[in-house]
């Protein structure tokens, strides 16, 4: 643990540390444009240039690993001279553009010119000019402004596993490009535009839309996925206008995907703003809440509690399943599901439905086995995490499925799901590899988890975590990858069927069959709902997708954005995110919708409020009250000892873009998919 | 320099070392331990250079990548950073023409004067029949020499306006001269013969020395 001085206070900082780090330490902020904490350091831009003690010049601190007995001094007259040089040479071909730069507000460049710079340019000769690049609909260039930091580059190269960025050319002529200009192919793409320090990449679809000063910035969580990344919406007059990732060092870093960033403009679109009843003609006619309330209060009278079920779609929030649940149990109907995919886990015991060895447990492991799962479009920040295990480690990675492309290599072992019978008894080889492994881990996803034999994988992976020593110790290497927001909080709170219920493919038949005759969905749009002529089908959700389309009765309800409410990650996780807008037209919060539909039916629900709701569903299930932790689950046994029934697994996601209602309604995610080469959504509805 | 502007308008379909070549590629393969065979990037570039017309076709990077197990954009960065490697056809005679202080005082205008004149090209062009291209470059390290014009692999040193264009009708002709100083002289030696010790001769001086210890 190197000790050294910074502007005469005595730090002492972790052996590997950089100088700048020390300052940091110390309280002494350094400029910086291409240092970044989680990139591989460049050194290129040298704005970080300090004195130290016995050197004949400054020193780039960021690229000077810090040692012992070191005297740093950051305020010295050469120092501010250094930077305000550095800033003149940035600035000679820096255009003067900043009234129209999407930056402006928020650039690196603008704040450390006005803080370290010079007063005025000396610079009289013509600035040097770019030609934009393309790098896809999400990212928008304007590379007149790039500094050539190459924090992008490194990006691309490093934490997204795509090497397609790269500095062309060298000295004035050098530029920032992807190889011929292609599409930047990856999930995480659009961080490169909080990466620029400058107003080189900036962001296609906020184009020209905002000041950051105008907007309302409120922090919650991204439910695109089940990784529960921490996020900022940026809000202006009741609209979305952006999403940025919010540091979380345990779960998403300073990442998001882009699929968390860009399907806003999805919520804009195909809204359900008022209820809707299928008239006689066969057609929804707008109608007010009195009249759908009623209209549904009369159906569950008619079907009776066990004709009635309700599914809980993969985007809802706890307190709303936590709110259903209790009606459902009021109403006396066992016929309710949060496993929309149809994932074989019956939510009995903790530790088999959760990512137990946490996010950050991913730096930890040596062995990795990955099942029925595409990590790369189901969860992509945490894939970018592997992926750096692997880069920083000799992880062993295999995977059973598909074969793909996960950016770093990974073992394909077969699709078959026998294969996990030879994991389980040893003789396969890399059950080997995960025995002498000291942190194995192996990550199931849905795609083995929704097939017939569900169960008995999810029995055989206990057994494959058993004999392979992944539980114990302090160490629980038995992870489930959820590809839903409202699954890990469906399933803790017990949002599945009990006794004598009916699980979502048995309700799907039997209101096909017109034994069920009251079909709920909330939110659920991810399902095969034709034919469902014979129930009364009530969709509740916020957009016009399939299950609106499928519904007798639309009940209007407020997208994530709209509402606050408290997710659970796949580790398990429960965070809060916060309302950033009102919800469009005549559309509730779904808390509030039960709870009116509740009245009506003459049942007490014991809650009149979110706080209510919430204090109930803490005092059931006290995990939800450790905001932001986790509590670990306790290991014990479950799934079936039944045989497998072999075929194939496959992954649980094999679209990115579009894999919800949100995202499906978004012309960037569809813009998005076009870029990637996958037909268009049109084309793959026919 | 947009990436168009950088490499050529008509590239090849595709690129393939000759059998010569392959034996030269494992030859500098094994020189590096193979989780470090990027580091055979130059060498290879360079072979498809010499292999190719003096230039590197796009279809040359992208085979250079896959057996380096590169990232294409890495090997077209170091193909871009060095003015060493064409990206576009050049002519049969690639000049490349110092203008860097020593070869400018010694008359490097002069030379560039004499290429626009009977060539009709500057810096970066080829003339239409595609024999002669010209790029002022930095420094050739031949200082002692200048000012020099590098034809392909070889320096033509000395030169003033008369020479070079006697240098241009020659390589013009097919019939390029003997590389080295067009004025005649051995190496880098003082192009005005020995001017000190001049009236020494190595026999007398080993009859001083006898005289000094005698």
């Known amino acids: ?686 | 320099m947009s990436i168009e502007a950088l490499i050529a308008e008509e590239q090849p379909e595709s690129f393939a070392f000759t059998a010569a070549n392959e034996k030269e590629i494992k030859r500098i393969l094994a020189k590096y331990p193979p989780e470090r065979k990027a580091s055979a990037v130059m060498p290879l570039l360079d072979l498809a250079q010499r292999q190719h017309d003096n230039w590197i076709p796009m279809a040359a990077i992208e085979e250079i990548a896959k057996r380096l197990d590169m990232a294409k954009i890495r090997v077209l960065e170091v193909a871009s950073f060095y003015t060493m490697f064409n990206l576009k056809p050049v002519g049969r005679y690639f000049l490349q023409l110092c203008g860097t202080t020593p070869c400018m005082l010694r008359g490097s205008d002069d030379v560039t004067r004499c290429i626009k004149d009977k060539l009709g090209i500057a810096s970066g062009e080829t003339t239409p029949d595609g024999q002669f291209s010209l790029l002022e470059v930095e420094c050739l390290g031949a200082c002692v020499n200048a000012p020099i014009v590098q034809v392909n692999d070889d320096f033509y040193e000395d030169l003033d306006y008369d020479s070079t264009a006697r240098l241009l009708e020659a390589l013009a002709a097919g019939k390029p001269p003997a590389p080295g100083s067009v004025a005649g002289r051995q190496g880098s030696q003082s192009a005005a013969g020995p001017t000190s010790l001049a009236g020494l001769k190595p026999k007398k001086a080993r009859t001083a020395r006898k005289a000094r210890h005698a």
């Open chain 1, 1 to 686: 643990m190197p000790k050294l001085t910074v502007n005469g206070i005595e730090v002492e900082v972790e052996a590997g540390a950089t100088v700048l780090q020390a300052c940091e330490e110390a309280g002494f902020e350094i400029p910086r444009f291409c240092y970044h904490d989680r990139l591989s350091i460049a050194g290129n831009c040298r704005m970080c240039l300090v004195d130290m003690e016995r050197a004949p010049k400054p020193i780039a601190s960021c690229a000077m690993p810090a040692a012992d007995g070191m005297a740093i001094d950051t305020q010295s007259e050469r120092v501010k001279k250094a930077r305000e040089g550095v800033m003149e040479f940035l600035l000679a071909n820096h255009p003067l553009d900043c009234p129209i730069c999407d930056q402006g507000g928020e650039c690196d460049l603008q704040d450390q010119a006005m803080a370290f710079g010079g007063d005025a340019s000396r610079y009289t000769e013509n600035k040097r000019a770019v030609d934009e690049k393309h790098m896809g609909p999400l990212i928008k260039t304007v590379m007149t402004r790039c500094i050539h930091c190459t924090r992008c580059v490194r990006f691309a190269t490093e934490v997204a596993g795509v090497p397609d960025l790269g500095a062309i050319g060298r000295g004035e002529t050098m530029e920032i490009t992807t190889y011929l200009e292609k599409t930047l192919a990856s999930e995480l793409s659009a961080n490169v535009i909080d990466l620029c320090p400058v107003g080189a990449l900036t962001s296609q679809p906020y184009a020209f839309v905002s000041r950051p000063w105008e907007l309302n910035k409120v922090e919650s969580v991204d439910v695109m996925d089940a990784q529960g990344s921490n996020i900022r919406i940026d809000a202006r007059g009741g609209q979305v206008l952006r999403v940025l990732p919010r540091l979380n060092e345990v779960v998403n870093e300073e990442w998001i995907s882009d699929k968390a960033r860009y399907a806003i403009d999805g919520l804009r679109r195909q809204r359900l703003d008022q209820p809707y009843l299928r008239g006689s003609d066969g057609r929804l006619h707008p109608a007010s809440w009195p009249e759908a309330l009623e209209a549904l209060r009369a159906a569950i009278k008619k079907a009776r509690p066990a004709g009635m079920g309700a599914v809980i779609g993969d985007q809802l929030d706890a307190e709303s399943i936590f709110a259903v649940k209790t009606l459902m149990d009021k109403l006396g109907s066992p016929h309710l599901d949060c496993r929309q995919d149809g994932a074989k886990l019956d939510g009995k015991r903790r530790a088999s439905y959760l990512f137990n060895s946490t996010i950050a447990g991913i730096d930890e492991a040596d062995a990795l086995l990955i099942i029925g799962s595409n990590p790369r479009l189901e969860a992509p920040v945490m894939n970018a995490r592997i992926r750096r295990r692997w880069l920083n480690s000799d992880i062993k990675i295999a995977h059973i499925g598909p074969e793909m492309d996960l950016t770093y290599p990974s073992e394909w072992l077969g699709e078959e799901a026998e294969l996990l019978a030879g994991i389980a008894d040893g003789s396969h080889p890399f059950a080997q590899l995960l025995q002498q492994a000291e942190r194995p881990m192996l990550i199931l996803g849905s795609g083995a988890l929704r097939r017939a034999d569900g169960a008995a994988i999810l029995g055989k992976a206990r057994q494959i975590a058993e004999q392979t020593g992944m539980t114990g110790k302090g160490w629980n290497g038995f992870n489930v990858l959820h590809n839903a927001a409202s699954r890990v909080a469906g399933l803790d709170i017990g949002a599945v069927p009990s006794k004598g219920g009916m699980a979502v493919a048995e309700m799907l038949s039997a209101a096909r069959a017109g034994s069920l005759k009251l079909l709920w969905l909330l939110g659920a749009d991810e399902l095969d709902l034709a034919g469902l002529e014979k129930c009364f089908t009530v969709y509740q959700g916020h957009h016009g997708d399939a299950g609106a389309h499928a519904a007798d009765l639309v009940l209007p309800a407020a997208a994530w954005t709209e509402k606050n409410g408290l997710y659970v990650n796949f580790e398990g996780r429960v965070q809060q995110g916060l309302r950033a807008v009102f919800p469009p037209g005549e559309a509730r919060e779904d808390w509030a919708i039960i709870r009116a539909l509740a009245e009506l039916l003459g049942v007490n629900l014991g809650f009149d409020s979110l706080d209510e709701l919430r204090q109930m569903l803490c005092a059931s299930h006290p995990q939800f009250a450790e905001l932001d932790e986790i509590t670990p689950a306790k290991w014990g046994k479950f799934g079936s000892t039944a045989r497998l029934k072999g075929g194939v697994v496959e992954a649980g996601l094999t679209e990115f873009y579009m894999s919800c209602a949100i995202s499906r309604a978004s012309q960037t995610m569809a813009a998005c998919r076009k870029a990637a080469g996958q037909p268009d959504a049109a084309q793959a509805a026919e």
